[in-house]
């Protein structure tokens, strides 16, 4: 499942239900980076560093990263940074920012 459509269940499914499934949706994320070089890596994680907030900038980084570096040595950073954007993406979520 593509990460757009990842997003579509995220946003159907509602902030409670991304909660539980949390873990999940970050292997489920994870799984779908390995599909892709950095080329083509590189302008999602633009698009996910100018969007994170000064307080999530570090995983907005860290999410860049992990994403060029790719490869299974990097997989435990890279489920921490998806992780933190699942959690800011609830966060803005239940704000009301998106």
Not at 47 to 62: C, E, F, Q, V
Not at 76 to 88: F, H, K, P, Y
Request: some cysteine; charged content about 30%.
């Amino acid at each position: 499942m593509s990460c757009w459509k990842i997003a579509d269940e995220m946003n159907r499914n509602g902030t409670a239900w991304c909660r539980e499934h949390r873990d999940e949706l970050v292997e489920r994320i994870l799984a779908n980076s390995r599909d892709f070089d950095w080329k083509a890596k590189l302008p999602a994680a633009m698009r996910m560093l100018m969007n994170s907030p000064a307080g999530t900038i570090k995983a907005g980084l860290d999410g860049l990263a992990v994403m060029l570096a790719g490869g299974s040595m990097v997989d435990a950073t890279v489920r921490s940074a998806i992780g933190s954007l699942i959690d800011e993406a609830i966060r803005r979520a239940e704000a009301g920012e998106v």
